[in-house]
């Protein structure tokens, strides 16, 4: 299991599906605490170890482009406080059905990677990607300036449809941690995310920031069913899969998967299989 897993839940259960991380009772109980200690530090109400972690990740990017010898120090640094408070990770679909099924309430919001990488904000419900979970929703009048689009609340059965129908088109599922409360990651958010729009997945796939954490899972290729029909190349957004042109078949990297399962889910031929990344002793500590 993750960090996260070790520290947050009892041995053997996943994180995200502990009812704990969503409920009433960890969003109030140090939001009082965290807001007073917050506003010594950074104005406005970010937790204090995700501020602190933003602009040394500033620092690392610009030294990507202009100081390389600087950046890996530099995203070491940044990456510890990741450790302490994680932002991200990749789930597969039924992981985010069952997130979803813990949930309440639930409600549709923009994207906000769209909208500081491109200026872009989805007003259409139909167009929107990201859903808005827990308590912490009900406040989101208080913060205007990042739901632009306001929020349109949906029911479980709702949002099930919405996220199947984002992940037949391609895109990967992403929960989404607000800080620390009651000494632990409390889960505000799904998105469903891609390369191109997403900080969070170009972040870690171009500089190695490990904002967003890898998956429980991993892909396992089956090369005797592969038939080369490439339909898995094109799912994934991680750029773990190859095209074998030589073979007819597809190459699969399993230090690149993230563990979505995009791509077993259009494989016709039975030949990905998703298996706990546990269970490989070269994975268990890659995240």
Known sequence: MCNTCFTHTRAGRLWFKD?????????????????KKNTKRIKGGTAA???????????????????EDRFPDLMRAANR???????????????????IDISSPICFIHCECRKFKFGYVE?????????????????????????????????????VEWVTKWNKKGLVQNLMNFGMRNG?????????????????????????QKQLIKGERVAIHNKENCTG???????????????????????????????????ESVCNDDAIELKNRRDFPILRYDW
Not at 19 to 35: D, G, I, L, P
Not at 127 to 135: E, Q, S, V, W
Request: proline fraction near 3%; charge should be positive; include cysteine.
């Open 81 to 99: 406080f990741h450790v302490q408070v994680q932002g991200a990770q990749t789930l597969t679909l039924q992981d985010a059905i069952d997130l």
């Open 229 to 263: 029909c490439m339909n898995c190349v094109k799912r994934c957004q991680f750029g773990a899969i190859a095209a074998d042109i030589r073979q007819n078949k597809v190459q699969i990297d399993a230090q690149m998967c993230f563990g979505c399962g995009l791509c």
């Open 123 to 159: 007003r259409d419900r139909s167009k929107m990607t990201c859903l808005g979970l827990g308590i912490g929703m009900l406040r989101w009048e208080k913060t205007p300036a990042r739901y632009v689009a306001g929020a349109e609340w949906v029911d479980h059965d709702e949002a």
């Open 184 to 208: 632990g990651p409390y889960i505000g958010g799904l998105c469903n995310c891609s390369r191109p729009d997403c900080a969070s997945i170009e972040n870690r796939l171009r500089y190695g």
């Open 19 to 35: 009812a704990k991380r969503y409920s009433r009772f960890m969003y109030h109980r140090t939001r009082v605490e965290q807001t």
């Open 49 to 67: 170890i995700e501020a602190a972690a933003g602009p040394m990740i500033a620092q690392a990017i610009d030294a990507y482009n202009l100081k």
